[in-house]
């Protein structure tokens, strides 16, 4: 094929030339970043700077992960996920982070994750959230707080999993998030605006320490009003105290 | 069929006032089994820690 063949095929698959580069500067983005799928540890990974691509001027989230996130420490991991600031600089439309890696088939795996402090404060870019296996954390100081998630789709806990006071820190518009396994560390919600749903799953993964003599606290704040008498009563006969 | 009473024990803050046990704070608080009404005081809303929104600021 002479020059000029060459040079008229590509004139007349344009859209198309361009779409592959960009796909395979993509992958090569992404082949860095995640070091060719060997990559564990995601602290701080969105900066903002890395992550903030401009279209015709308009901002938006370059987040589009080519290979499964297994995590093994992640805080403050989408802590640049931030719009607060009102800034032209950051993007306005949010993203389901379940959605986004669903088209991708990227799966988010934290079951061995420990360090997960900050992993969503101060992330006001995102709406929606993959299930989170928190078996295995260890560090989940200010997990998520400041932010606009609405729902993650699941937390299972653990026996070992070592929520803090302010796990679900000031400002979190988390509204629904159905939780499985165990819950053997005092847990503060009062911050949230978790639905009645999630709220009885809480109920149902208390450890019982009626037995052990010791006393855990359930902080609930108003939401408390969401549950029955019977319901409350359920909870302080597991040895919890609930505020 | 078995008849099972469960006594709900509820401490109630007075106007301007939140129990805490030093940790918790609330206005309504229902005791768990092991603990105690001795556990909690009542202390002025204006001394309840405020939430302090984070400083760290990220620039793009």
């Known amino acids: ?243 | 069929m078995e008849k099972k009473t469960i006594e709900l024990i509820k401490l109630t803050a007075g106007e301007g006032m939140t129990l805490t046990n030093g940790e918790t704070y609330g206005k309504e608080i229902y005791l768990g089994v092991n603990d105690f009404p001795e556990n909690w005081r009542e202390i002025s809303d204006e001394v309840v820690p405020k939430d302090e929104p984070p400083n760290e600021v990220e620039e793009a």
């Not at chain 1, 403050?76 to 306005?92: C, G, V």
């Open chain 1, 1 to 243: 094929m002479s020059i000029a063949e060459k040079l008229t095929a590509i004139a007349e698959n344009e859209q198309s030339v361009y779409e592959a580069g960009q796909t395979a500067e993509w992958k090569e983005l992404w082949d860095g970043l995640q070091s060719y799928g060997e990559r564990t540890e995601y602290d701080r990974f969105c900066i903002a700077k890395n992550f903030i691509i401009k279209d015709k001027g308009e901002p938006y989230w370059n987040f589009y992960p080519k290979y499964d996130l297994n995590i093994t420490r992640a805080p403050a991991m989408f802590r640049a996920f931030n719009n607060e600031n009102s800034s032209a600089l950051y993007p306005s439309v949010q993203i389901d982070l379940t959605e986004r890696l669903n088209s991708l088939g990227v799966r988010l795996n934290t079951s061995n994750a420990t360090d997960l402090s900050m992993m969503f404060y101060m992330c006001q870019g995102l709406t929606r959230v993959p299930f989170l296996d928190l078996t295995s954390a260890t560090n989940l100081n200010s997990f998520i707080g400041y932010t606009s998630i609405t729902t993650i789709d699941g937390i299972r806990s653990s026996e070992t999993t070592n929520w803090a006071s302010n796990s679900f820190s000031s400002y979190c518009s988390l509204q629904h998030c159905i939780f499985s396994g165990i819950i053997a560390k005092s847990l503060n919600l009062s911050k949230t605006q978790l639905d009645y749903e999630s709220l009885v799953s809480i109920k149902n993964c208390l450890k019982d320490v009626s037995e052990a003599g010791t006393t855990l606290t359930l902080a609930l704040g108003t939401l408390a009003d969401k549950l029955s008498d019977a319901e409350k009563a359920e909870i302080t006969q597991k040895g919890w105290t609930l505020a």
